[in-house]
């Protein structure tokens, strides 16, 4: 099963309000990570945090981490029509048998900015 | 610097057909993984490698083979297709732990 579940499955705002959106996940990780992925087109990183980290800002964008609840929060200020897309929240766990990391996928949040 | 280059674009298989989807990253990364996309669902990881000569498996890798002979490419072999393998395909790369990945545009493959 997936490791990340976004909440809410879709939200719908007005141009200008805020966005926030919520993942959740289940083991143990590295960082977790959030991409933005544009109708019909690949995925584009965001932000990333890593588990000692509890809240990192870039532009627009606000990300927590709660790692004692496992779960981690997007919030995107004063939003545009331009952020209508899919956001994913993707978690780093480590793999012991092979020194590395492998990435796994919430479902995403299908966000519209209403002009 | 392409980043990471997907070909082909598009495909329409025919059940039971094989076929080797390219991934190719100049940016030396040592990370590389395969997602699959089903309409309307997040990406599931079919196979990753953590470096050249080192690959495993991901959540969905039955049907799904792949080598990593060299740290620029990381090809997906689907042995006999299934329409259940309809999907977008797309690969990935990082530099290492902690990085974020880069993604390409994505393969569409339909299996008919």
């Known amino acids: 099963s997936q490791q990340g579940e976004e909440d809410p499955q879709a939200l719908s705002i007005q141009e200008g309000e805020n966005a926030t959106m919520n993942c959740s996940y289940k083991t143990s990780i590295n960082n977790l990570q959030w991409y933005r992925q544009n109708s019909g087109r690949g995925l584009v990183h965001l932000i990333l945090?890593?588990?000692?980290?509890r809240e990192k800002h870039s532009g627009r964008l606000r990300v927590t981490l709660d790692t004692s609840k496992k779960s981690s929060s997007l919030l995107i200020t004063a939003s545009r029509a331009a952020d209508t897309a899919s956001y994913f929240c993707?978690?780093?766990?480590?793999?012991?048998?092979?020194?590395?990391?492998?990435?796994?996928f919430g479902e995403g949040t299908q966000l519209t900015v209403n002009p | 610097n392409a980043g990471v280059t997907q070909t082909p674009k598009f495909q329409v298989l025919k059940t039971g057909q094989s076929m080797t989807l390219q991934c190719a990253q100049d940016m030396n990364h040592e990370y590389m993984s395969w997602y699959r996309q089903d309409p309307g669902m997040g990406l599931r990881l079919i196979h990753y490698?953590?470096?050249?000569?080192?690959?495993d498996q991901g959540e969905v890798p039955n049907g799904y083979n792949v080598s990593r002979s060299t740290t620029e490419d990381f090809p997906l072999r689907l042995l006999s297709a299934a329409p259940s393998q309809t999907s977008v395909y797309f690969c990935a790369s990082s530099q290492t732990v902690n990085y974020g990945y880069t993604f390409g545009s994505g393969t569409r493959l339909t299996v008919v």
């Open positions: 993707a978690t780093d766990a480590t793999l012991p048998e092979t020194s590395g990391s492998r990435l796994t």
């Open positions: 945090i890593r588990s000692n980290e």
């Open positions: 490698s953590v470096g050249a000569g080192i690959t």
